[in-house]
């Protein structure tokens, strides 16, 4: 019994090393995806659970290797996705959930040259904020500590918008 724990661990700790430098040539290109506090635990099974690489060609953006949601899918389970509670930032209790809250859909409110899925709210690498959440709504920035006003602006705060993510982007490229 020993030997088949042993042999299993030994198993494991292989598949994992061969993933970790298998990504350690990604990130020679791509170093960016490590530049955040917050990683993905999925990173330890390697880009190519997710990417074709460049030897590969999916037709998908980035190279996926699946939809976004049938990728986060394979390890995140749908259905209890749709019945979280996420306490609003400083609640303690789920007086205004987002239980139910979609998960895909044709287009992003923030990017609409985009389809929605996760990664609209969830940065699939790394991020600073907690549970991957793409968007700084820490208190100090523009979102005020509001979780929800990053796409709900005018129920949180009645006026002007602050600048869009993707705007913000789009004049970024056109600089460079």
């Not at 198993?11 to 990683?39: D, P, T, Y």
């Not at 609640?91 to 139910?100: E, L, T």
């Not at 820490?138 to 869009?164: I, K, L, M």
Request: hydrophobic letters at 35%; one cysteine or more; glycine letters at 6%.
């Amino acid at each position: 019994m020993n030997s088949l724990i042993l042999m299993s661990a030994l198993c494991w700790s292989a598949l994992f090393s061969v993933a970790s430098a298998a990504a350690e040539n990604c990130f020679e290109c791509h170093a960016e995806v490590l530049e955040k506090a917050g990683r993905h635990e999925a990173a330890v099974f390697g880009c190519d659970s997710c990417h074709a690489g460049h030897e590969g060609n999916s037709g998908r953006p980035a190279n996926l290797l699946a939809p976004v949601n049938d990728l986060c899918f394979q390890c995140h389970d749908a259905s209890l996705i749709m019945t979280e509670c996420h306490p609003g930032p400083g609640k303690k209790d789920c007086s205004h959930p987002i239980f139910g809250h979609p998960v895909s859909g044709p287009k992003d409110p923030l990017y609409p040259q985009k389809e929605f899925s996760c990664a609209s709210c969830h940065n699939p690498h790394s991020a600073q904020m907690e549970n991957l959440f793409r968007y700084d709504y820490s208190e100090g920035s523009a979102y005020q500590g509001n979780f929800c006003a990053v796409c709900h602006w005018d129920y949180a705060f009645p006026g002007d918008r602050p600048t869009p993510p993707w705007a913000i982007q789009k004049k970024l490229f056109k600089i460079r």
